[in-house]
């Protein structure tokens, strides 16, 4: 059931615009209405639920008419709600948490964060465009979660097997040594069982156990980058194509972006939600930009692993980064300009034509 956590301050009209502020958690999200000039209405406590998302929006709308709502945590524990939000025509936002100056001033309460929230919208000082969260990307986000685990089970249990090695009968570890991984699985998986209790039987044993696991978290790894590939092909199809974009790269660019990437009002908005974009450094007569150490720190790795194959084997960037260099920049200035650069073409590449207004530029 619902619970009221304050008293009503004011009423309003029908008619009248009210923004919705939203303090997310587990089980139970605050809610605040507030009217168009800041003015608080109600607060209220509602249930993670489909029926207790219904209850929160007609609770919001009973108070004029509703298009924008401030929710916390829209990446999380607001997922669900900010999805619901999506999909009856609302407006939602990101709302990071408040200032603590202000919270220090005012204290700190659900209801207190809700009202916050809806008052950080009107503001203006919350103006990302929440992700929806309803398509191909953030099933990418779900299958790249469980690959990356896989991936960090597979290398746990790949150096696990070579520590039995390293102690076990000379008889054996002498019969394994020399041998690439992959061909140590598959000898480690043609080991006889051994019964006893002996360290002998039981290195043999473990070894089995080992390589069953790697070889299925292998099979696993493998299932779940065909499963991106295919989920990219149908969000975008030329991704792929870009030099030195593969599918772990251009999942972490994609899931940055999220399956509304225009929220985004241009290039320089991706770029900086990347952390490529440049940041002023200026001071005195000195004059100069520095690394932006912002934004998503797995989009801006995917851009520097791209930069990277792109330096190795493209002969365009390696004359770019000479040519910069010649100029007086050093070799992180000049690849930070490259991972502009790649920003810029991935989101002409991800943004539908009929919205991309940036003229195309080189990437090399």
Known sequence: ?????????????????????????????????????????????????????????????????????????????????????????????????????????????DAIDAAAAAQAVLSGRATATAKSGDGPVEAIRMFKMAKSSAIKSRTQAINQLKAVLVSADPVLREALTGLSNSKLIRRCLELEVADGIAPAAAARHTLRLLARRILHLTQEINDLT???????????????????????????????????????????????????????ASSGKTQRRRLNRGGDRQANSALYTIVLARLRWDARTRGYVERRT???????????????????????????????????????
């Open 1 to 109: 059931m619902t619970q009221p956590t304050r008293p009503r301050h004011h009423t309003a009209a029908p008619s009248e615009e009210v923004v919705l502020g939203v303090d997310t958690h587990k089980d139970a999200h605050v809610a605040a209405v507030t009217t168009a000039t800041g003015a608080l209405l109600d607060t209220r406590s509602f249930p993670t639920t489909g029926d207790g998302y219904q209850q929160l929006l007609a609770w919001a709308r009973s108070f004029g008419r509703l298009r924008r709502a401030g929710v916390e945590c829209t990446g999380s524990y607001g997922a669900a709600l900010t999805r619901y939000l999506h999909s009856e025509g609302i407006t939602v936002t990101e709302v990071n948490q408040p200032d603590k100056a202000t919270r220090r001033r005012r204290g700190k309460t």
């Open 326 to 364: 010649g100029e007086g920049k050093t070799r992180r200035e000049a690849i930070r300009c490259l991972k502009r650069y790649v920003a810029r073409e991935i989101y002409q590449t991800i943004i539908p034509p009929r919205q991309n207004t940036v003229t195309p530029a080189s990437a090399g």
């Open 226 to 280: 065909t499963r991106i590939s295919t989920a990219i092909g149908a969000f975008a199809p030329k991704l792929l194509e870009r030099y030195g974009v593969g599918p772990d790269t251009a999942s972490a660019l994609l899931i940055a972006a999220g399956d509304n990437p225009d929220r985004m009002g241009s290039e320089a908005s991706f770029a900086a939600l990347c952390g490529a974009s440049p940041v002023e």
